[in-house]
């Protein structure tokens, strides 16, 4: 099946500063998303972006579907921001399932 | 209802014994995700729903697991004879329709936790 690979594995910024996100997949996706998990355990989705880019206030987001990768740029980090980012991809057409990277533990300090 | 619950938040469990986690989807959403997670790991898929029949349950990891949607509403994941290797939290998510279908984002639920002792 697709593998998806996201890097770095744990990051730690002080407030206000910017990151970059990466998930790398293995094959043609058909639909990825980007999900925020809380420490709280919460998944919440932040985009749907199987290719293009797309911004929702601080956060935007860049897939390359050719080149097989998708970032995830967080700038202005807050500490609410702090948690687990996950990329999750539905491979060959008609797989109707989500396939989860590791995710990137970002922890934002005051 | 507004979002995706699920109940129990929270079970323990003896060995041996069977569990039932429920989970009650976004009102119309068609398509249902059961997904499992272990700490440090992301979500594994577990099985789907398109409405009242199992579309694909690939990811059950045997046959001591098994899950129903019988009105294509409400579904019951159902463990049998739990094992320790079965702690984990268990998500459920719902979309619109099937994820191929257009641009359809999963909605999940706050998840319950199992543990096995």
Do not use: M
């Amino acid at each position: 099946g697709i593998q998806v690979e996201q890097s770095p594995p744990d990051l730690i910024l002080q407030e206000g500063a910017n990151s970059t996100l990466r998930c790398n997949f293995s094959d043609s996706v058909n639909n990825l998303q980007w999900f925020h998990q809380n420490p709280w355990g919460q998944l919440i989705n932040l985009f749907y972006i199987p290719s293009g880019t797309k911004q929702n206030g601080r956060l935007s987001a860049t897939t390359v579907a050719t080149e097989r990768y998708s970032l995830l740029y967080i700038s202005s980090s807050q500490t609410t921001d702090s948690g687990v980012y996950f990329c999750a991809v539905e491979g060959r057409r008609g797989s109707e399932k989500l396939v989860f990277g590791k995710g990137t533990k970002l922890t934002v300090n005051p | 209802g507004a979002g995706v619950s699920q109940t129990p938040s929270n079970k323990v469990t003896e060995k041996g014994k069977y569990v039932e986690l429920r989970c009650d989807p976004i009102s119309g959403h068609t398509a249902l995700y059961w997904y499992r997670q272990s700490l440090g790991q992301g979500p594994e898929f577990l099985i789907y729903f398109q409405g009242t029949g199992a579309a694909d349950d690939s990811g059950l990891p045997n046959d001591r697991f098994f899950a129903v949607r019988p009105e294509g509403s409400v579904s019951t994941l159902k463990i049998q004879r739990t094992e320790r290797g079965d702690s984990a939290v268990y998500l459920c998510a719902s979309s619109l329709d099937r994820l191929g279908s257009g641009a359809n984002v999963l909605t999940f639920g706050a998840g319950s936790r199992l543990t096995v002792l």
